[in-house]
Nanobody, 117 residues
Framework: QVQLVESGGGLVQPGGSVRLSCAAS????????MGWYRQAPGKQRELVAG???????NYADSVKGRFTISRDNAKNTVSLEMNNLKPEDTAVYYC???????????WGQGTQVTVSS
């Protein structure tokens, strides 16, 4: 059973920055793609950013140029550096890992990010 544990959420002012981290209970090499999704109140869960084992990244249009995703296979972690945060970034952020072998998706419990003055 794979477990993903997020950390780094909290309250941040507009224009501020925060870094989210996700630690996997297994080697990150087991996951072809790792990424972050978010779900705001009244909205569907959406992909924020993803990264493959070969460091190919994909970002939602709304966060391009502001967020940076990275993975550290030695630490079995994936991180999301969020800069120039906007109130519309407020959401619960979920870590995701997709198995290299089965393409099964694993999910973290979520961490709240609130952007407000």
């Amino acid at each position: 059973q794979v477990q993903l544990v997020e950390s780094g959420g909290g309250l941040v002012q507009p224009g501020g920055s925060v870094r989210l981290s996700c630690a996997a209970s297994e080697s990150a090499r087991n996951f072809n793609t790792m990424g972050w999704y978010r779900q705001a109140p009244g909205k569907q869960r959406e992909l924020v950013a993803g990264i493959t084992r070969s460091d190919i990244t994909n970002y939602a249009d709304s966060v391009k140029g502001r967020f940076t995703i990275s993975r550290d296979n030695a630490k079995n972690t994936v991180s999301l550096e969020m800069n120039n945060l906007k109130p519309e970034d407020t959401a619960v952020y979920y870590c995701n890992a997709r198995s290299r072998w089965s393409y099964h998706d694993y999910w973290g419990q979520g961490t709240q990010v609130t952007v407000s003055s």
